[in-house]
T-cell receptor, first 110, second 115 residues
Framework: KQEVTQIPAALSVPEGENLVLNCSFT??????LQWFRQDPGKGLTSLLL???SQREQTSGRLNASLDKSSGRSTLYIAASQPGDSATYLC?????????WGAGTKLIIKP | NAGVTQTPKFRVLKTGQSMTLLCAQD?????MYWYRQDPGMGLRLIHY???????AKGEVPDGYNVSRLKKQNFLLGLESAAPSQTSVYFC??????????????FGPGTRLLVL
């Protein structure tokens, strides 16, 4: 059974720092891996989708990598800003379902 | 273009009461999903639908029923609410043209408290 883990559960860093969020999964047979952002009281917004054949995807200050063989993905945020404060969730696609991690709550201190 | 909307935003129920959560999408998506999100846990799939008139069970379907009578709407029903169903419920939709291209679009969530 696929399991997705995100460590740490919470992270607080000063504004301007580069940071890395981690996601690990137990079964390497995935179609893709996605990173989402969740703001309080709002729904989830897709940030990046990495196909199983890809190694990384970039969007602005965000870069996501995927290493299927080791069951790991990282989300790199460059030059963090207070507006980046949110909960970040990763999800892997197995068959028709997305299997989700519990998320990392990120706080960027001004 | 409203995307995915959910009704209501918040509801309090007593144990044993019933209610229906409504999800609507205006993107002509084939696939729709209902998730629940509990503290410290990832989203868990309750039920999903791959097209109008079809539904299927997800990871945690017990105590819930769903219907997809119209392509744009996906209803989640609780026949006899229990305190364990206190959660935040999210609806999502997608067009699964190719499995590795799919992105799900989420509604803002419904916060449900069962006393």
């Amino acid at each position: 059974k696929q399991e997705v883990t995100q460590i740490p559960a919470a992270l607080s860093v000063p504004e301007g720092e580069n940071l890395v969020l981690n996601c690990s999964f137990t079964d390497s047979a995935i179609y893709n891996l996605q990173w989402f952002r969740q703001d309080p009281g709002k729904g989830l917004t897709s940030l990046l989708l990495i196909q199983s054949s890809q190694r990384e995807q970039t969007s602005g200050r965000l870069n996501a990598s995927l290493d299927k063989s080791s069951g790991r993905s990282t989300l790199y945020i460059a030059a963090s800003q207070p507006g980046d404060s949110a909960t970040y969730l990763c999800a892997v696609r197995s068959n028709y379902q997305l299997i989700w991690g519990a998320g990392t709550k990120l706080i960027i201190k001004p | 273009n409203a995307g995915v909307t959910q009704t209501p935003k918040f509801r309090v129920l007593k144990t044993g009461q019933s209610m229906t959560l409504l999800c609507a999408q205006d993107m002509n998506h084939e696939y729709m999903y209902w998730y629940r999100q509990d503290p410290g846990m990832g989203l868990r799939l309750i039920h999903y639908s791959v097209g109008e008139g079809t539904t299927a069970k997800g990871e945690v379907p017990d105590g819930y029923n769903v219907s997809r009578l119209k392509k744009q709407n996906f209803l989640l029903g609780l026949e006899s609410a229990a305190p364990s169903q206190t959660s935040v419920y999210f609806c999502a939709s997608s067009n699964l043209g190719q499995a590795n291209q799919e992105t799900q679009y989420f509604g803002p969530g419904t916060r449900l408290l069962v006393l």
